[in-house]
């Protein structure tokens, strides 16, 4: 098998306290992969660290966050290692983010032709009249009506659906292998959401570009995506296949976010995950979701389940996983 274009091993990342408070572990021990032109969903619960992962995986954390330990190759280069202007050569031109706001993305003084051309302009060097066509061909490529006119538009005059596909064509212009979509979707309506899917699976097919879509929606996944990640209180708690996991999940958390989803034509009460997340500077005892799990048991409560990985290469981090015969937190 091709050697994937993303490898995260134990990646943590934590927000340091003030005056002796306790760290707030924000991604705890995160692993994962991705191969090129593969779609990875990353879904949990508000707070349980999607975004803060993606952040440290480009080096990206705010004031306060500082990543502790573990290792992000991408595409056979440690990231940990690069200074910082080698990271800002690698984002934008290999690695891309779209961001779930594009009014936080976008500068209202700038126009679309140099926002959307800026990563080409420094990353590719292109200039003038190439420059010029392709960010033509990139809001082509997005479905921008009349490019060479709205080009010279500023953000203001666009509306929300075009601003979310104008971030897309930026993040497309330094011709990434990966981009990362932390909930785009979110200030879309309904339809424009369906529109904005499709185009994306569409650019995806055109480039080949691998894409880590970060969401809240259960559909979205099952539509776009080839692998899950489901995270819970900084850490990855299952991981599979789309099939897998929808199918057959091995997680009490999964288990309960799939039964979260509304059934067209249902008369039954929507079903709620009991209790709240976890604090993360004060993590309890053992696995961290067992205070809100209905199949805890003690052990639960006292020793933190290690990754069960079996044979299809399904993952589950939970004791309630493990058969008889498990070896080396591996089934074969």
């Not at 601003?163 to 011709?175: C, D, E, F, K």
Request: hydrophobic share 40%.
């Amino acid at each position: 098998m091709d050697k994937p274009l993303l490898q995260v091993h134990d990646l943590r990342a934590h927000f340091i306290g003030f005056r002796g408070q306790r760290a707030v572990k924000a991604v705890d021990g995160v692993s994962l992969s991705l191969s090129a032109g593969e779609t990875l969903g990353l879904v949990g619960e508000s707070g349980c660290g999607k975004t803060t992962t993606c952040h440290a995986m480009f080096r990206l954390l705010p004031p306060g966050g500082e990543i502790v330990g573990g290792a992000v190759e991408f595409d056979g280069e440690d990231l940990m290692q690069k200074s910082a202007a080698e990271m800002r050569q690698i984002r934008g031109r290999d690695m891309a983010m779209i961001l779930q706001d594009p009014m936080a993305s976008l500068n209202p003084l700038f126009s679309i032709l140099d926002q959307v051309g800026e990563p080409a302009y420094y990353h590719r060097g292109l200039r003038q009249q190439t420059l010029r066509e392709r960010v033509v061909s990139l809001l082509n490529m997005v479905r921008i009506p009349s490019p060479e006119t709205r080009m010279h538009d500023f953000p203001h005059q666009m509306s929300g659906g075009m601003r979310q596909r104008i971030v897309g064509a930026t993040a497309l212009s330094g011709g990434p292998k990966l981009i990362v979509a932390d909930e785009p979707t979110t200030n879309l309506d309904v339809t424009i959401q369906l529109q904005y899917l499709n185009l994306l699976k569409d650019l995806q097919r055109q480039t080949g570009v691998a894409l880590i879509f970060v969401t809240h929606d259960l559909g979205i996944v099952a539509k776009m995506c080839d692998r899950v990640a489901v995270m819970y209180a900084g850490t990855i708690v299952e991981q599979g296949t789309v099939r897998e996991i929808y199918n057959r999940p091995r997680h009490p958390y999964t288990e309960g976010l799939l039964k979260s989803v509304p059934k067209v034509g249902s008369k039954e009460a929507l079903y709620a995950i009991p209790g709240q997340p976890p604090n993360l500077a004060h993590l309890p005892e053992g696995c961290a979701f067992a205070p809100r799990c209905a199949s805890a048991e003690t052990r639960c409560r006292i020793e933190a389940p290690k990754d069960i990985t079996f044979a299809d290469g399904h993952m589950s981090k939970c004791w309630l996983s493990e058969p008889e015969g498990v070896r080396d937190g591996s089934i074969t």
